[in-house]
């Protein structure tokens, strides 16, 4: 795949966190994260954006 598709397939991905994150965590979740859950998914999420920024590093 080329990297233009890969990024479209990030934005993707990243809008479809978003709509479970917010299903979620509203105030009409079903089953809400709990807060130990929502320390794992920031601590992955943060390894996530280092990874990014480190793919971005090597563009510069």
Do not use: C, F, W, Y
Not at 3 to 21: G, M, Q
Not at 36 to 59: N, P
Request: glycine share 4%; net charge positive; no cysteine.
């Amino acid at each position: 795949m080329s990297v233009a598709s890969e990024l479209t397939r990030l934005h993707r991905d990243i809008a479809s966190l978003e709509e479970e994150i917010t299903v979620n965590t509203g105030p009409r979740a079903k089953a809400p994260l709990s807060a130990t859950d929502k320390r794992k998914l920031k601590a992955e999420m943060q390894g996530l954006i280092q990874k990014l920024d480190e793919l971005a590093g090597r563009l510069a």
